[in-house]
């Protein structure tokens, strides 16, 4: 699956953004789809993710209740609702997909199919 995100930009500190991530072909639904985010200088870090159907959600501390994520299987999107922006959430935003939810949902390394990153800053 190729994976096309989308959504970045330039906000102010308490501004919104939302960022999607389109997936080619038909098999979308079958993708446990994530977000990781990747500052300058530090490590790529989990996000949020949402299981096939979008029935379960996990979240990041740092970002629970600031940020959703949904899917919409029928348009093979998924979206990352961002509120109440905080500087320290300027970072590059990838979506990712993995086939199951078994191991450690906020592993990167269990993902198989990665975008390309769109970069959202937010000055202060």
């Known amino acids: 699956v190729q994976l096309q995100a989308s959504g970045g930009g330039l906000v102010q500190a308490g501004d919104s953004l939302r960022l999607s991530c389109v997936a080619s072909g038909r098999t979308f639904s079958t993708y446990v789809m994530g977000w990781f985010r990747q500052a300058p200088g530090k490590e790529r870090e989990f996000v949020t993710a949402?299981?096939?159907?979008?029935?379960?959600?996990y979240y990041a501390d740092s970002v629970k209740g600031r940020f959703s994520i949904s899917r919409d299987n029928a348009k093979n999107t998924v979206t990352l609702q961002m509120n109440s922006l905080k500087p320290k959430d300027t970072a590059v935003y990838y979506c990712?997909?993995?086939?199951?939810?078994?191991?450690?949902?906020?592993?990167?390394?269990?993902?198989?199919?990665w975008g390309q990153g769109t970069l959202v800053t937010v000055s202060s």
């Open positions: 990712a997909a993995r086939k199951t939810l078994y191991g450690n949902i906020r592993y990167s390394g269990d993902y198989d199919y």
């Open positions: 949402i299981s096939w159907s979008g029935g379960t959600t």
